[in-house]
C-alpha cells in the first residue's frame, strides 16, 4: 500500500478559495498521473481534474476557468488551487495517483478530504 494523504479542505464562503495538497510517499519508484476527484452527498465520485506526469492538464467543464491543478515532482505532491468557489462544488475531494513500485504499477486512493462552500 502506498500513502496518499490529502490536505486543506474546510469551510469557505461562496466566491472564497481553497488549495487542496495530496501527498505520495513510500517506497515508489515514479508518479505518473495524479487526479482529483470528489463526490457530494448522493451522487457519483466525478473526475475535477487530471495531470501528467508532463505536466498536460485536464479539467471537468464545472470547474474550467476556476480551478487549477499543478504538482511538485520533487514532493511526489499534487495541488488543486480552487477559486471562485460555489456552493455545488461542495463534496469530500479525494486524489488518485498512477504509481509505480517494486511491485509493477497501480493506482491509490487518498482518503478524501472534505470542502464545504456555504454562507
Known amino acids: 500500500q502506498v500513502p496518499v494523504v490529502e490536505s486543506g479542505g474546510g469551510l469557505v464562503q461562496p466566491g472564497g478559495s481553497l488549495r487542496l495538497s495530496c501527498a505520495v510517499s513510500g517506497t515508489i519508484f515514479r508518479v505518473n498521473g495524479l487526479d482529483w476527484y470528489r463526490q457530494a452527498p448522493e451522487k457519483e465520485r466525478e473526475l475535477v481534474a487530471a495531470i501528467t506526469s508532463g505536466g498536460s492538464t485536464h479539467y471537468a467543464d464545472s470547474v474550467k476557468g476556476r480551478f487549477t491543478i499543478s504538482r511538485d515532482n520533487a514532493k511526489n505532491t499534487v495541488y488543486l488551487q480552487m477559486d471562485s468557489l460555489k456552493p455545488e462544488d461542495t463534496a469530500d475531494y479525494y486524489c488518485?495517483?498512477?504509481?509505480?513500485?517494486?511491485?509493477?504499477?497501480?493506482?491509490?486512493w487518498g482518503q478524501g478530504t472534505q470542502v464545504t462552500v456555504s454562507a
Open positions: 488518485n495517483a498512477d504509481v509505480q513500485g517494486h511491485w509493477g504499477r497501480d493506482l491509490f
